[in-house]
């Protein structure tokens, strides 16, 4: 057990990335002390910070649509305009998808340079997926209702770091509890948090993804399903690990 003597810096799971994360981190980070002592170093540090944030955007535009009950660390308006914002870039025909998280840097700063009726060609007219774009549309929305219900106090009260609640979890528990009270409470179910979010969730989209790949041929819809699918599989994984990680250090506190 932990006592006034173990060590009491125990860092979360994994990055957090909603609105106050972003925002107060920012102001925290070692990169300003670094560009001046280790400016290559710091370089580095920043690249790799905007690694994670551009896997938490990708892994956000599965999430926002089957989650909800967000926790305040890790869901916002910041995350939810970038994961629109990938999508956008990933279906213009004037982008193209391998630069997508560096276009994402120059998403903010593109009105000074174009008028609004050229951005509004490359977001909705010319782009390569009609699914991607509707996909887009909903992500936007989710997003939106998710942040709302955070701001309102109707987050996740219990763990402020959560990526949300999974609607499919809860239709499993749901089933499972009905499940125990027809057989007189001799079946005891309850669906894995871990297994739904790495496994269920992921497959599905990943499902789509090959479907619009295989069957109906729209490859830029069913790489991006690849692609954020992916990136939620892996940060799961990693989350995982480094909770498997804590637990053994507090066991051993």
């Known amino acids: 057990m932990i006592t006034k003597q173990s060590n009491q810096d125990i860092k979360p799971r994994k990055k957090c990335f909603g609105d106050s994360s972003i925002i107060f981190g920012a102001t925290k980070t070692e990169f300003y002390k670094l560009l001046f002592k280790n400016p290559s170093l710091a370089l580095l540090r920043l690249l790799g910070q905007w690694i994670e944030f551009t896997t938490a955007a990708l892994a956000n535009c599965q999430n926002t649509v089957y989650r909800n009950q967000f926790g305040l660390l890790n869901q916002g308006i910041i995350l939810t305009f970038s994961s629109v914002g ?65 701001y309102i106090g109707k987050g996740n009260p219990d763990d402020m770091a959560k990526s949300g609640e999974s609607w499919i979890l809860l239709g499993l528990n749901k089933l499972y509890s009905k499940i125990k009270r027809l057989s007189g409470g001799k079946l005891k179910l309850k669906a894995n948090e871990f297994i739904v979010n790495s496994f269920i969730e992921c497959g599905i989209t990943a499902s ?46």
């Open 86 to 150: 990938l999508a956008l870039i990933a279906n213009s025909e004037h982008s193209y998808l391998a630069l997508g998280s560096i276009s994402l840097l120059i998403l903010p700063i593109l009105p000074f340079f174009y008028d609004w009726d050229t951005l509004y060609s490359w977001a909705f007219l010319d782009i390569r997926s009609l699914p991607l774009l509707v996909y887009s549309g909903i992500m936007l929305l989710t997003g939106l209702v998710n942040t709302t219900m955070i």
């Open 208 to 253: 789509i993804g090959y479907y619009f790949w295989s069957v109906i041929g729209d490859h830029t819809f069913g790489l991006f399903c690849f692609l954020m699918s992916s990136a939620e599989f892996f940060t799961q994984i990693k989350s995982k690990t480094a909770q498997l990680n804590r637990q053994a250090y507090l066991n051993a506190s």
